[in-house]
């Protein structure tokens, strides 16, 4: 007769938060110069009211991350455009480890734009293998109010 494996809680706590995280489509979305931060489902681009299993969910388990960096611009005739990356950090990590593998790409970045264009920049973590197309991430940042920053200094 074959021995059934042990009943390992932790184990089916991650299967079943990352489930969530993933029937929810589940992002991070970090605007500057507000400093706004908050989850958004980033396929109907509908923020995700504060929660405490999915913060949980999002926060105290390790998730293999997918993060979309931009920076949102407008020429002087007015014509609005993003430069963005998307990073893909090797291994699975906690959000508080992420600061950074985001730092970096994020200064890097924010120094390639025309500081006179430059309006807000910001980041869009998934806590999953998930990539976003270009329209897909400006829906979110556009959602989320990005383009209604003041000009950063």
């Not at 500057?32 to 999002?58: E, H, L, T, Y």
């Not at 963005?84 to 970045?109: K, N, T, V, W």
Request: net charge positive.
């Amino acid at each position: 007769m074959s021995k059934r494996k042990a009943h390992n809680m932790r184990a089916r706590l991650e299967r079943s938060c990352r489930a969530m995280l993933s029937t929810n489509h589940v992002a991070v979305v970090n605007i500057d110069p507000s400093g706004r931060q908050g989850m958004v489902n980033w396929k109907n681009c509908k923020n995700i009211p504060p929660g405490q299993r999915i913060a949980d969910a999002v926060c105290d388990i390790a998730h293999s991350w997918t993060i979309y960096i931009s920076a949102l611009c407008i020429d002087q005739r007015g014509q609005r455009y993003i430069k963005s990356i998307e990073i893909a950090p090797q291994g699975i990590y906690r959000a508080e480890h992420l600061s950074d593998a985001i730092e970096q790409s994020y200064r890097a970045l924010r120094d390639e734009c025309n500081p006179n264009h430059l309006v807000a920049s910001g980041w869009i973590a998934i806590p999953s293998a998930v990539s976003l197309d270009e329209e897909q991430a400006a829906r979110v940042f556009d959602a989320v109010g990005a383009w209604n920053q003041q000009k950063a200094a």
